[in-house]
């Protein structure tokens, strides 16, 4: 009996020389049925071209190309709007899928009906290709909660983020990614959980590879962009927060940004916070 459909949306952005591994890593699936959408986000540096000859041996691909650079919120959402799969994996075009990610993806949330993401264990790489470690290494297997995540997520980071998979009901409920942030993964995890439950697994799923510049990279570089991406996700927290707990995990995920953004010089940012955490102490 054939699965649900899964897309697998790929999106670059001036990764020439990591995108074909990507691609061949979503072919070398071993589940069935696979859409796979591949999205350039106006690259400079010959991705397009890299991307088309691939696609000319995999012709029922779908390849979208933007003009301009939009950035990874609107690039994925674009993307999303095609998507006919039951279940989204979101794959930038520098890490790649080991082969049984998606069918151990359908397998959890197929099985867990209230679950509308589930995410894994990853191997962090070099350029090269080379590992370095486990996620698990840093965050073990007997830490990592499942289920109702909402409080969890606003006290600390422990997902990897390309190992998610989710599905796709959840996604458009939401209204998709948040376009007006400058990355997409806390929002969507924060946003996500208040509605359905999460499950992790101890597998190892995907290869995340650490790249100089990359966007997760730059989250904490002197005076990111991000920060100001992140106070707003902050702000959505207090809104969405239910329980005494809840704000009080807010609490300290406020203290921990507000001395975050003192040492990346984001003074503005820092004394956001603290007005922040004057209201939600209201």
Same mark, same amino acid.
């Given at each position: 009996?054939?699965?649900?459909?899964?897309?697998?949306?790929? =999106? /670059?952005?001036?990764?020439?020389?990591?995108?074909?591994?990507?691609?061949?890593?979503?072919?070398?699936?071993? *589940?069935?049925?696979?859409?796979?959408?591949?999205?350039?986000? !106006?690259?400079?540096?010959?991705?397009?071209?890299?991307?088309?000859?691939?696609?000319?041996? #995999?012709?029922?691909?779908?390849?979208?190309? @933007?003009?301009?650079?939009? !950035? *990874? /919120?609107?690039?994925?959402?674009?993307?999303?709007?095609?998507?006919? !799969?039951?279940?989204?994996?979101?794959?930038?075009?520098?890490?790649?899928?080991?082969?049984?990610?998606?069918?151990?993806?359908?397998?959890?949330?197929?099985?867990?009906?209230?679950?509308?993401?589930?995410?894994?264990? $990853?191997?962090? /790489?070099?350029?090269?290709?080379?590992?370095?470690?486990? #996620?698990?290494?840093?965050?073990?297997? $007997?830490?990592?909660?499942?289920?109702?995540?909402?409080?969890?997520?606003?006290?600390?980071?422990?997902? /990897?983020?390309?190992?998610?998979?989710?599905?796709?009901?959840?996604?458009?409920?939401? !209204?998709?990614?948040?376009?007006?942030?400058?990355?997409?993964?806390?929002?969507? +995890?924060?946003?996500?959980?208040?509605?359905?439950?999460?499950?992790?697994?101890? #597998? =190892?799923?995907?290869?995340?590879?650490? =790249?100089? @510049?990359?966007?997760?990279?730059?989250?904490?570089?002197?005076?990111?962009?991000?920060?100001?991406?992140?106070?707003?996700?902050?702000?959505?927290?207090?809104?969405? @927060?239910?329980?005494?707990?809840?704000?009080? $995990?807010?609490?300290?995920?406020?203290?921990?940004?507000?001395?975050? @953004?003192?040492?990346?010089?984001?003074?503005?940012?820092?004394?956001? *916070?603290? +007005?922040?955490?004057?209201?939600?102490?209201?």
């Amino acid at each position: 009996m054939e699965g649900p459909l899964v897309s697998v949306i790929c =999106v /670059c952005y001036n990764q020439a020389r990591f995108v074909t591994e990507a691609l061949d890593s979503v072919i070398a699936q071993t *589940y069935k049925p696979i859409e796979l959408i591949v999205i350039d986000d !106006g690259s400079t540096d010959g991705s397009p071209k890299i991307i088309k000859q691939w696609i000319a041996a #995999h012709p029922e691909t779908v390849l979208l190309l @933007n003009g301009t650079n939009l !950035g *990874y /919120c609107k690039t994925f959402n674009k993307a999303a709007a095609l998507a006919k !799969g039951k279940y989204l994996i979101d794959l930038a075009a520098d890490d790649v899928l080991l082969p049984e990610r998606v069918k151990v993806g359908v397998q959890v949330l197929e099985s867990h009906p209230r679950a509308g993401v589930t995410f894994s264990d $990853a191997a962090h /790489c070099d350029e090269s290709g080379f590992k370095i470690s486990l #996620h698990s290494d840093r965050f073990p297997h $007997a830490t990592i909660p499942s289920g109702d995540i909402y409080k969890n997520l606003i006290e600390r980071f422990f997902i /990897c983020s390309p190992t998610m998979m989710f599905a796709q009901a959840v996604f458009k409920e939401l !209204g998709g990614y948040d376009e007006t942030l400058a990355y997409e993964d806390f929002d969507f +995890w924060i946003r996500s959980a208040r509605m359905c439950e999460y499950v992790y697994s101890p #597998h =190892v799923l995907v290869k995340k590879r650490k =790249v100089v @510049n990359s966007l997760s990279a730059a989250q904490f570089q002197l005076r990111s962009l991000h920060s100001c991406s992140t106070f707003k996700v902050c702000e959505k927290i207090r809104k969405l @927060n239910r329980t005494p707990e809840e704000r009080k $995990a807010l609490q300290r995920r406020i203290r921990y940004e507000f001395f975050l @953004n003192l040492r990346l010089l984001n003074p503005g940012v820092a004394f956001n *916070y603290l +007005w922040l955490a004057f209201l939600n102490r209201k």
